[in-house]
């Protein structure tokens, strides 16, 4: 197990937030809380993608391969897909990281 010190603000916010006194139960709920957060915004941001382009990544970025998206090269287009392929990326990630908390 990993010593540290922990100033009293931190442990005091992290206790509140969640409920729970012992510090290494607290910090486990809050890193598991702070994970899904972020999986629930990179899925968010995927289905924003998905709306705006009615089709997933996998298609798009397949059409993108085929030179079927318009304006490929557009600031705003090419922009969308760097973006949405690190949702992707972070999607997949996030996952990942639940999966090995218990």
Same mark, same amino acid.
């Given at each position: 197990m990993v010593e540290t010190t922990v100033s009293k603000p931190l442990y005091k916010i992290l206790t509140e937030l969640t409920?729970?006194?012992?510090?290494d139960v607290a910090l486990h709920l809050a890193?598991?809380?702070l994970v899904q957060l972020k999986l629930r915004e990179a899925e968010?941001?995927?289905? %924003?993608? !998905?709306e705006r382009y009615?089709?997933?990544f996998e298609?798009?970025? @397949?059409d993108w391969e085929n030179d079927q998206i318009a304006d490929k090269y %557009?600031? !705003?287009?090419?922009?969308?897909?760097w973006?949405?392929?690190?949702? @992707?990326t972070d999607c997949a990630r996030l996952r990942e990281m639940l999966e090995k908390l218990p």
């Amino acid at each position: 197990m990993v010593e540290t010190t922990v100033s009293k603000p931190l442990y005091k916010i992290l206790t509140e937030l969640t409920g729970e006194e012992r510090f290494d139960v607290a910090l486990h709920l809050a890193t598991k809380d702070l994970v899904q957060l972020k999986l629930r915004e990179a899925e968010q941001q995927i289905k %924003s993608f !998905e709306e705006r382009y009615g089709m997933t990544f996998e298609k798009f970025q @397949q059409d993108w391969e085929n030179d079927q998206i318009a304006d490929k090269y %557009s600031y !705003e287009v090419e922009k969308d897909f760097w973006e949405w392929e690190a949702a @992707q990326t972070d999607c997949a990630r996030l996952r990942e990281m639940l999966e090995k908390l218990p």
